[in-house]
């Protein structure tokens, strides 16, 4: 700016937010200033603009929860049946145990049995199911993060080729503008002879 | 019920209350980071990892009066630190720019639907180094004033207004090499 308000103080007086006196003393340099009007001018036009964004609301719906110790009221009894709890589980994790309900009735193998008991036909095609289905989960995954790179991959191969388009072009514009000047040059002699051969003609 | 008053409510034992700054918040949240990021599935990310940052250190913060210039100083942090991380690739912006703009007509800014508007506006803004790019935001569309937005950044005051100047230039070099017109506002 060619007067003597600072860059600064015109922004603050811009927003709104100058000291006590110093709105009013810049409001009066402002009325007798081109300089300054242009550049208010300027910057409520870019405000304009970049104030038509439209606010958008995402639907992000956070919520932190906190899950909740339930207190114990009867320690030793808790602990007893912690304990028989745990005694239950680790005897139902021993590998070569299995106890199942199936049609009324409790069933406990172990040991060889258990080796010798095939599993039933559900049974297997759960277990398939299950297992197709986390791999393309997996599968898919894959693929989002693969066809993210590649884009970023394609914008700059895209822009390289451009860069690499406008430089050759550069060159070429170069290229005619030398060959221009030489043909130029060489063509001065032979400018400078025709009207001599012209007189020198029966 | 104020800000404050969901703090101290909250170190109160009433965990409850840090949900309802959530809710009040998110979207401001979520639309500085996306203006800073330019990108919504980071601001996404951005956004949620503020509050968690903020939920851990919610402790910390001494005057509860100060909760917003607060809030905005994590998410400046964490916009910045993740940008420097991102993979440094050449933007289609740069490519366009140096193609003299995106397109060769003339825009005007009301025949524009919500969305070629926003993602214009976003990539004019992410044309902007940094640093000027997070003063325009908290300025033009959080409003903050600039004695909020040093204590966001901890730069001085007038850093913060020569920044802006800067960064307001330069959009209005952009806005007039991309033939971008106003009319129609």
């Known amino acids: ?202 | 019920m104020s800000d404050a008053d969901l703090i101290l409510r909250f170190r109160a034992g009433q965990h409850q209350a840090f949900n309802t700054l959530v809710w009040r918040w998110q979207g401001r949240l979520y639309r500085f980071a996306l203006r800073y990021s330019g990108d919504s599935e980071e601001a996404r990310d951005l956004c949620q990892q503020s509050f968690i940052r903020a939920y851990g250190q919610l402790h910390r913060l001494r005057d509860p009066e100060r909760f917003s210039t607060w809030l905005y100083q994590i998410a400046a942090n964490l916009c910045r630190d993740h940008l420097r991380q991102r993979v440094q690739h050449v933007s289609l912006d740069a490519y366009e720019e140096a193609s003299g703009g995106p397109h060769p007509v003339l825009y005007q800014v009301g025949d524009m639907d919500k969305v070629e508007l926003r993602d214009l506006l976003n990539r004019a803004l992410q044309t902007l180094p940094e640093e000027q790019r997070v003063v325009v935001v908290l300025k033009e569309y959080e409003r903050l004033k600039f004695r909020e937005i040093a204590e966001v950044l901890d730069a001085p005051i007038n850093t913060v207004k020569s920044r802006l100047y800067y960064g307001l230039k330069a959009l209005r070099k952009t806005f007039n090499q991309w033939d971008i017109d106003r009319d129609g506002l």
């Open chain 1, 1 to 202: 700016m060619d007067c003597n308000v600072k860059k600064e103080d015109l922004l603050t007086f811009f927003y709104g937010e100058c000291e006590e006196g110093e709105q009013e003393r810049i409001k009066e340099h402002v009325a007798t200033c081109a300089t300054c009007r242009r550049e208010l001018d300027a910057l409520a036009s870019t405000q304009a603009l970049l104030r038509a964004w439209p606010d958008e609301t995402p639907r992000l719906d956070l919520t932190f929860v906190e899950a909740e110790v339930p207190r114990r009221r009867f320690p030793l009894i808790a602990g007893l049946a912690a304990a028989a709890v745990a005694t239950v589980v680790l005897f139902l994790a021993w590998p070569e145990f299995e106890l199942s309900y199936r049609a009324g009735e409790l069933d406990l193998k172990w040991g060889e049995a258990l080796a010798d008991e095939p599993l039933s036909r559900e049974e297997v095609l759960a277990t398939q199911e299950s297992t197709l289905a986390s791999v393309n989960q997996l599968l898919r995954a894959s693929e989002v993060r693969q066809q993210r790179v590649l884009d970023h991959l394609l914008r700059d191969i895209q822009a390289q080729r451009y860069r690499d388009l406008q430089l050759i072009n550069r060159q070429f514009e170069q290229f005619d503008r030398e060959i221009y000047v030489r043909l130029r040059r060489n063509e001065a002699p032979v400018l400078e002879l025709l009207p001599a051969t012209r007189y020198t003609n029966p």
